[in-house]
């Protein structure tokens, strides 16, 4: 089967923790994290916490997943019933990227239509994702299908080309994702 990337399910804040125990352990882990500032009644302060809330990447053999289930904080392997589900090389390797480079992301509502497209040049260059309109600006959403969850990176239109070899869904605008879309694009931006 060889190792494969597959999405974890920890208990409730202990992403952090879980990474860091399953790479003590000698597994390959990746916990994308991103900057957020959270207002308390005493003060207000930026804080790194996890863009897939409840969630810890591991690179494994599935068929060795004992050590990784019974590590503290983990729940569960994402799949089908007791059989874990790969998360694609290319959908890591873009959040990766994502990661390394330093640019502003933030969580975003899972999207199923839009353009497939790929990062020409720049920071972000070879990542792949969808592209999406939202007020008058262009953003690659990164989604991890397996979750049905996205994150969203603003991106410049010029540097962006369409993915080909494979169809093209129909593209999607804000106006065509539904108000309710519009609704929460407008509370994050």
Request: hydrophobic share 40%.
């Amino acid at each position: 089967m060889g190792e494969r990337w597959y999405a974890i399910r920890v208990k409730s804040n202990r992403e952090k923790v879980v990474s860091s125990s399953l790479e003590g352990k000698g597994y390959e882990s990746f916990l994308p994290l991103y900057r957020a500032r959270r207002q308390w009644s005493d003060r207000a302060a930026e804080i790194e916490i996890p863009l897939f809330s409840g969630y810890v990447f591991c690179r494994l053999d599935a068929a060795h997943r004992l050590p990784v289930l019974t590590t503290p904080g983990v729940v569960l392997f994402v799949g089908f019933g007791r059989e874990p589900m790969a998360v694609e090389d290319s959908e890591i390797e873009a959040l990766r990227t994502i990661v390394r480079n330093g640019v502003s992301a933030a969580p975003w509502p899972f999207l199923a239509a839009g353009q497939r497209i790929r990062i020409e040049r720049g920071p972000l260059k070879d990542a792949e994702g969808l592209l999406v309109e939202v007020k008058s600006r262009y953003r690659l959403i990164v989604s991890v299908t397996l979750l049905q969850r996205s994150v969203a990176v603003e991106v410049d239109r010029d540097c962006v080309r369409p993915v080909s070899g494979r169809p093209t869904p129909v593209g999607a605008t804000v106006e065509q994702l539904g108000s309710s879309f519009r609704q929460k694009v407008a509370e994050r931006f």
